[in-house]
């Protein structure tokens, strides 16, 4: 899809009744589901972290999403595919001020050209006792992107085509945090393998964006 057209359904997005944790679930590991069911989260204190879903426009006028891939680190995210964003910090006026900070941080978007136009459905991610929020955001012109090299290994950028592309979902044996070699629900996107939390919060944005045609 061009950028153009893109942009012209974004006012329906931003008035859009999300189909919330019910979107997120398509994409998620039945043990993933059995985890949230279970668990009392705000018991866990978790803490609060913001990313950003951003749509622009390549080249050729085509839209494109970002995500980046994240440094191999002693951590449960290490190596995988994320979204640009992070953990919210005491001086950010909100969570929506995270995304944007860290989005800026870690590729190198200047915050002040995102528009955000649509708060999703937090998330909750029990290996590391988060609770995230996600945005879609737009930048209306083509963007040249510095990735901070102490956390991110290369920045993706993915065709919306691509992303939207239902032959785009696999499944996936994955060594997950609920056990050894489990087969997950998955996208692949880049050529690379995007599972857990970034999928779920990606099957709420393909949800979104398939109820604007």
Do not use: C
């Not at 679930?25 to 913001?50: T, Y």
């Not at 002693?74 to 595919?81: F, L, P, R, T, Y």
């Not at 860290?102 to 991610?125: A, H, M, S």
């Not at 997950?184 to 690379?192: D, G, N, Q, T």
Request: hydrophobic residues 40%.
């Amino acid at each position: 899809m061009q950028f153009e057209e893109f942009v012209k359904r974004m006012p329906k997005l931003s008035n859009l009744t999300l189909l919330g944790q019910e979107a997120q679930f398509l994409m998620a590991p039945d043990e993933r589901i059995r985890a949230l069911k279970d668990v009392d989260i705000e018991s866990k204190n978790p803490r609060w972290a913001g990313v950003m879903a951003v749509f622009y426009p390549n080249e050729t006028g085509e839209t494109m999403l970002v995500l980046i891939l994240r440094k191999t680190y002693k951590g449960v995210h290490s190596n995988q595919v994320g979204f640009p964003g992070g953990k919210a910090e005491d001086f950010d006026a909100s969570l929506e001020e995270t995304a944007l900070r860290e989005t800026e941080e870690e590729i190198g978007v200047d915050r002040d050209t995102i528009e955000v136009i649509k708060k999703l459905t937090k998330i909750y991610i029990p290996p590391s006792n988060f609770w995230v929020q996600p945005y879609i955001g737009i930048v209306r012109s083509k963007l040249t992107f510095t990735k901070e090299e102490a956390e991110v290994e290369a920045i993706l950028e993915v065709p919306l085509t691509e992303f939207l592309d239902d032959k785009k979902v696999i499944k996936q044996r994955i060594d997950t945090s609920y056990g050894t070699m489990l087969e997950v629900p998955a996208f692949y996107l880049a050529e690379r393998v995007v599972w857990g939390a970034t999928a779920m919060m990606l099957s709420e944005v393909k949800w979104a964006l398939q109820q604007l045609d």
